[in-house]
């Protein structure tokens, strides 16, 4: 069932921002990485995987460049977002699509810890970065990408 739940969303997604073949990598990306932390550390991978695929999406759907202050929200958006799409999809459980928005709500926040979940997509992101070497980045969080690598 949630193979069949992923693959839904992950043509909606791809539907959502098909235009954009960076946007399309980073979430795909950053859900195998968020499924493999998830395997890890013993947390549900769907869920994981899930988190990793929309933890973007509302930027994706941003004309750029944006504002610093745009930008460093795009959690707290992009939460919403997955909501709505996430119920339109059906086959998350009710608790599975409240942990999955947490996630994405709080993966702003790296320097900020939270619970289990939403560290793992936090490190899945900067670990996504990370291993494309993007010294855009900064400093702080490409060493938290390479504290995971090492993790993992």
């Known amino acids: 069932m949630a193979e069949n739940c992923y693959k839904l969303l992950q043509d909606e997604v791809h539907e959502i921002i098909c ?3 960076f946007w399309l990598l980073h979430l795909e990306e950053v ?10 550390r013993g ?3 769907e869920v994981c995987r899930c988190a990793g695929l929309l933890h973007d999406i509302w930027l994706s759907k941003q004309e750029f460049p944006l504002a610093f202050d745009s930008h460093s929200k795009h959690g707290y958006e992009g939460s919403d977002m997955a909501r709505d799409i996430l119920k339109q999809n059906g086959g998350y459980s009710d608790e599975q ?3 999955i928005c947490r996630m994405i709500y709080n993966h702003n926040d790296k320097n900020i810890l939270h ?3 939403s560290e793992a997509l936090k490190d899945a992101d900067v ?3 990370y291993l494309y ?3 855009w980045y900064g400093d702080t969080r490409l060493e938290r990408g390479a504290k995971v690598a090492e993790e993992l």
Do not use: S, V
Not at 31 to 40: D, E, M, V
């Open 127 to 129: 670990l996504q970065h």
């Open 31 to 40: 859900a195998i990485l968020c499924r493999l932390i998830g395997l890890k």
């Open 19 to 21: 235009h954009d073949r």
């Open 43 to 45: 947390l549900d991978t």
């Open 97 to 99: 699509i409240d942990i």
């Open 133 to 135: 070497g993007d010294a």
């Open 115 to 117: 619970d289990e979940y």
